[in-house]
C-alpha cells in the first residue's frame, strides 16, 4: 500500500497539461475484443486502471505494445477464457467484457465486477441490451447463439450500458438502433473507434442507429481528461493559486465552470482554463448525466466548500457521500439534509486519513493541501487508478508532495 505526504498551505502556480482521458480509454480497451486485427490508441495515459484494463485482454491472448505515446492492440488471434475475477474486481469498467466478448466468442459471462465502491452498481441495462440481440443469460453464462440487430430502448442514462450497446450493436450484423443513450463525451470517443473499425454509426440526440458487421483494425485518438482537468483546476483554487489547466477540451466543463463561478471564483477567457480567487459564497452541485455536472467531480468540490459553504446532490449515484467522512478527519463539517448534504465553512487542519476510492481520495488530496502543515493520505493506490503521474504533475506546481510505501 502507498500514501502520499503532503505538507500543505502552498499556493499552486504554472501550468499542468492532463494525461488522456481515463473514461474514454477504457471502454476502448475492452471493446478492442470484439475486433480482429490491429488497434492503434493515440494518447493513453498510464494509469492503474488503464493497466489493469490491458492485463485484462491481455488474459484473452491481446498482445500490446507501445510506439511512443501510441499502443498498439493486436487482436488478430484471441482465445476465450472465463474473465479472471481478481482482475474484474478491480474495474466497474470491466462490464465491458460482456459486450465484446460476445461478439468475439458468441459468449460471455457475467463479470465480477468491481471499481468504487460508493454505492450498488446494478448492469441490468447492460444485460437486457445484450437480450434484446438474441443473448440468451442463464446464471452467470451469457450465450450468443445466433446474433440479431434490436431496437433497444433505455430507460435511464447510463454510460456503461450505452457501451456494452454500442459495441454489441457494432459487432453484429445489420440496423440496430439504440434510444436514450448517455451523451458523455467519452461516448463518441468509441463511437470514432467503432466507425474507424467499420461500423457505421450516427446519433440523433441521444438516439443511435448502428449499421454494424465485421470489425477489423482501428485507430483513435483519446483526448485530454476532463475529470482530471477539474482536479487541477481544484487543486488551484483550493491552494490560492493560479494554475493553468492544459490539453481538453473546456467546453466539457461548462457546468464546473458555471458552479465554481456562481461561488465568485473568477475564471479566465481562452482554451485552456486559468481559475482565480476563492469560493466568497455559498455554492451548490447537482451531479447528473452530461452535460450536468459530471458525478466524479461532486466529491472533488466538496473541500472548495470548505470557503463559504454549499450543498451536494448526486442524481447519478444518489448515495456518493461516504468520502465526506474522511474529510471530517481534515475538520470538514457536513451533515445529512434528505438526499443532499450540505457542508459548513469550516477551519481545515492536517489529518492522517485513508483514501475511500478514486476521486474520494483526490478530495481528501485537496484538503491536505489546503491545511497548513503535513497530511498523509493512506491507500494512496486508489488515486493513482485515475491519475496520471499526479506527484510529478503537483510538484511542478510547487506543492511539496511525496508518493512512499507503507
Ligand atoms: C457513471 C457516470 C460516469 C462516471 C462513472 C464513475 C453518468 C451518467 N455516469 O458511469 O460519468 O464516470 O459513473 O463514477 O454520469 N444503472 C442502472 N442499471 C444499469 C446501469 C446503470 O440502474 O444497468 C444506473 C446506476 O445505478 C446509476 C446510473 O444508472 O444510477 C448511471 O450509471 P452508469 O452511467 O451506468 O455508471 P457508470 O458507467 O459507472
Given at each position: 500500500m502507498k500514501k502520499l505526504v503532503i505538507n500543505g498551505g502552498v499556493p499552486l502556480f504554472g501550468r499542468v497539461r492532463v494525461s488522456g482521458s481515463k473514461n474514454a480509454a477504457l471502454p476502448i480497451i475492452f471493446s478492442s475484443?470484439?475486433?480482429?486485427g490491429i488497434s492503434r490508441i493515440k494518447?493513453?495515459?498510464?494509469?492503474g486502471d488503464v493497466r489493469v484494463a490491458l492485463d485484462l485482454i491481455g488474459c484473452y491472448g491481446a498482445k500490446v505494445k507501445r510506439e511512443g505515446r501510441d499502443t498498439l492492440i493486436d487482436t488478430t488471434t484471441l482465445k476465450y477464457v472465463s474473465p479472471p475475477p481478481e482482475l474484474t474486481?478491480?474495474?466497474?469498467?470491466?462490464?465491458y467484457l460482456m459486450g465484446a466478448s460476445l461478439i468475439r466468442f458468441g459468449r460471455a459471462e457475467l463479470v465480477n465486477h468491481g471499481g468504487c465502491n460508493f454505492s450498488a452498481r446494478p448492469i441490468d441495462m447492460h444485460l437486457d441490451a445484450l437480450a434484446s440481440h438474441g443473448a440468451v443469460i442463464a446464471g452467470d453464462v451469457i450465450s450468443g447463439g445466433r446474433l440479431v440487430p434490436s431496437v433497444v430502448r433505455f430507460k435511464k442514462r447510463s454510460v456503461g450500458a450505452t457501451v456494452n450497446a454500442l459495441i454489441s450493436a457494432a459487432g453484429i450484423e445489420g440496423e440496430s438502433v439504440i434510444e436514450g443513450c448517455a451523451l458523455e463525451p467519452h461516448i463518441f470517443v468509441l463511437v470514432d473507434y467503432l466507425r474507424s473499425a467499420g461500423a457505421s454509426i450516427s446519433f440523433v440526440g441521444d438516439r443511435a442507429t448502428v449499421r454494424g458487421g465485421e470489425l477489423s483494425g482501428a485507430e483513435v485518438s483519446i483526448p485530454g481528461d476532463m475529470i482530471e482537468a477539474g482536479s487541477y483546476v481544484a487543486a488551484s483554487i483550493a491552494s490560492g493559486g493560479r494554475v493553468q489547466v492544459q490539453?481538453?477540451?473546456?467546453?466539457?466543463l461548462s457546468s464546473f465552470i458555471e458552479a465554481l463561478g456562481a461561488s465568485g471564483v473568477s475564471f479566465e477567457d481562452g482554451e485552456d482554463v486559468v481559475a482565480y480567487g476563492k469560493p466568497a459564497r455559498r455554492f451548490s452541485v447537482c451531479a447528473a448525466p452530461?452535460?450536468?455536472?459530471?458525478t466524479d467531480l461532486q466529491p472533488v468540490v466538496a473541500p472548495l466548500m470548505s470557503f463559504a459553504g454549499g450543498c451536494l446532490k448526486d442524481e447519478?449515484?444518489?448515495?456518493?457521500?461516504?468520502?465526506l467522512d474522511g474529510l471530517g478527519a481534515f475538520g470538514l463539517r457536513s451533515r445529512a439534509l434528505g438526499d443532499m448534504r450540505e457542508v459548513f465553512p469550516s477551519e481545515l487542519h492536517p489529518a492522517r486519513a485513508y483514501a475511500p476510492d478514486l476521486r474520494g481520495g483526490f478530495a481528501m488530496l485537496l484538503a491536505a493541501l489546503m491545511a497548513d502543515g503535513e497530511s498523509e493520505i493512506y491507500n494512496a493506490d486508489v488515486i493513482l487508478r485515475g491519475y496520471e503521474n499526479i506527484t510529478e504533475k503537483l510538484s511542478g506546481l510547487g506543492a511539496e508532495i511525496s508518493l512512499c510505501e507503507m
Open positions: 475484443l470484439a475486433l480482429r494518447g493513453l495515459a498510464d494509469i474486481s478491480m474495474l466497474r469498467a470491466s462490464t490539453g481538453f477540451d473546456r467546453s466539457e452530461y452535460p450536468g455536472f459530471p447519478v449515484w444518489r448515495e456518493r457521500f461516504g468520502y
